[in-house]
């Protein structure tokens, strides 16, 4: 079963927008982490953030926020006054521990067009 | 500084050849190392994981095998690749392991098409 759910396949925006990244996740474990990654067409994966269980602030860095919210098991990943450069796919994951080694389960991506 | 080095960076190999993707870790020890698949549609699907040495993990049957023959070496292998086995190819290692809760920090990957 899927535990990371990221319904939005593709989104397009035009600069400066603000957008939202959707992020669903399912566990039975009561410590547990979320992260979000980048993918550019480079294909490397860049760490953005990582949110533990127990730790349910909003944070913010720069231009990027994430609203942990437990009671819905969310994690959304917003992307304020969006530029080109932004144009990548994102991807939500959840650790729940020693399961396979505390290995990443991935959603399937969202890939986000930012055009000029 | 740690850094992950994972090559080749593109391969194209015959249906029915044999395999082998590299991948070495360097500025940490004990590690814990992953061999993720991204197909076509986008998704990481996680094939192997390892807690140390000679300690492989499959998360999914397939055509593939992998080994962990030193502490920071991790490689993916097949005997006999498939038209399936195309793909985006990325290892990735997390700190102390053992210990949940760290990001995993990938390498560059490999695109495999397989012809």
């Known amino acids: 079963a899927q535990k990371v759910t990221q319904a939005q396949t593709e989104i397009s925006v035009v600069e400066k927008e603000d957008v939202t990244l959707d992020c669903v996740y399912e566990t039975r474990d009561t410590t547990y982490y979320l992260f979000w990654y980048k993918q550019p067409p480079s294909g490397e994966l860049v760490f953005l953030i990582r949110?533990?269980?127990?730790?349910?602030q909003n944070e913010i860095s720069g231009r990027y926020s994430w609203n942990f919210q437990k009671s819905t098991s969310s994690f959304n990943f917003t992307i304020t006054a969006s530029q080109v450069v932004d144009s990548a796919v994102y991807f939500c994951?959840?650790?729940?521990?020693?399961?396979?080694?505390?290995?990443?389960?991935f959603g399937k991506g969202t890939s986000l067009l930012v055009t000029p | 500084s740690q850094t992950i080095h994972q090559w080749p960076a593109t391969l194209v190999q015959p249906v029915g050849s044999p395999l082998s993707l590299e991948c070495t870790v360097e500025?940490?020890?004990?590690?814990?190392l992953y061999w993720y698949r991204q197909a076509a549609g986008r998704g990481l699907q996680l094939l192997f994981y390892s807690v140390g040495i000679g300690q492989i993990s499959s998360e999914v049957p397939q055509n593939l095998s992998a080994s962990r023959p030193q502490d920071r070496q991790f490689i993916l292998s097949s005997k006999k690749l498939l038209l399936s086995d195309s793909g985006f190819y990325l290892c990735?290692?997390?700190?102390?392991?053992?210990?949940?809760?760290?990001?995993?920090?990938f390498g560059q990957g490999t695109r495999l098409t397989v012809v």
């Open positions: 990735a290692w997390s700190p102390l392991s053992r210990i949940s809760g760290t990001e995993a920090f």
């Open positions: 949110r533990n269980s127990f730790d349910e």
């Open positions: 500025g940490t020890s004990n590690p814990n």
């Open positions: 994951a959840l650790s729940e521990g020693s399961n396979s080694g505390y290995a990443l389960n």
